[in-house]
């Protein structure tokens, strides 16, 4: 029996775009755990996956968003308002608080709007008791960073994840995540 190639656009393996994005948003966005999502994707959607197989959307999101990612870094320094977190984290057995104060005209005297921002990432770390290594460090962190910025542009988290794996799966740049580019 021989077998065509498949067309063009088409994905190697099980798993196309829309499935990658959305297995990456329960986990990244609605804080589920690996063995969670695997079994809400076998019995919900009756597609075959495993805790494995998550593992590897995860790797796929994450390798879909650097460049958008890296780009969002870079634009930081030329923000005209940036705020800090103050809630604790370690400094090797020390509990440690940056604070920030700021006395600019049109900036706000409070965080709220950061902490606002912050709250489903310290959900997420509270909840799944971080993460075991440096690729799972590299998917929060990239992955979180995404959905807020895609939430405070009042963009489809979804879409542009689906958009950014689309791009990977055909070798070219995901979507640009600042405003105007």
Same mark, same amino acid.
């Given at each position: 029996?021989?077998?065509?190639?498949?067309?063009?656009?088409?994905?190697? *393996?099980?798993?196309?775009?829309?499935?990658?994005?959305?297995?990456?948003?329960?986990?990244?966005?609605?804080?589920?755990?690996?063995?969670?999502?695997?079994?809400?994707?076998?019995?919900?959607?009756?597609?075959?996956?495993?805790?494995?197989?998550?593992?590897?959307?995860?790797?796929?999101?994450? *390798?879909?968003?650097? $460049?958008?990612? $890296?780009?969002?870094?870079?634009?930081?320094?030329?923000?005209?308002?940036?705020? *800090?977190?103050?809630?604790?984290?370690?400094?090797?057995?020390?509990?440690?608080?940056?604070?920030?104060?700021?006395?600019?005209?049109?900036?706000?005297?409070?965080?709220?709007?950061?902490?606002?921002?912050?709250?489903?990432?310290?959900?997420?770390?509270?909840?799944?008791?971080?993460?075991?290594?440096?690729?799972?460090?590299?998917?929060?962190?990239?992955?979180?960073?995404?959905?807020?910025?895609?939430?405070?542009? *009042?963009?489809?988290?979804?879409?542009?994840?689906?958009?950014?794996?689309?791009?990977?799966?055909?070798?070219?740049?995901?979507?640009?995540?600042?405003?105007?580019?």
């Amino acid at each position: 029996m021989h077998q065509g190639r498949p067309p063009a656009g088409v994905p190697r *393996g099980q798993s196309g775009p829309r499935l990658v994005a959305f297995v990456t948003l329960l986990m990244a966005y609605f804080r589920h755990s690996k063995r969670r999502t695997a079994e809400f994707v076998s019995t919900v959607m009756n597609i075959p996956c495993s805790a494995a197989l998550t593992v590897k959307h995860q790797t796929i999101a994450t *390798g879909a968003t650097p $460049e958008a990612y $890296e780009e969002l870094v870079a634009a930081l320094p030329t923000e005209p308002m940036l705020y *800090g977190d103050e809630s604790p984290t370690k400094e090797g057995s020390t509990k440690a608080w940056l604070w920030t104060f700021v006395d600019v005209e049109g900036v706000e005297l409070t965080n709220n709007a950061a902490e606002r921002a912050l709250r489903p990432a310290v959900i997420w770390r509270k909840l799944s008791f971080a993460t075991q290594g440096a690729k799972g460090s590299r998917f929060v962190e990239t992955l979180l960073s995404v959905i807020a910025t895609c939430r405070q542009q *009042g963009r489809d988290p979804f879409a542009y994840l689906t958009d950014a794996i689309n791009a990977r799966f055909h070798n070219k740049k995901a979507p640009s995540l600042l405003h105007g580019v």
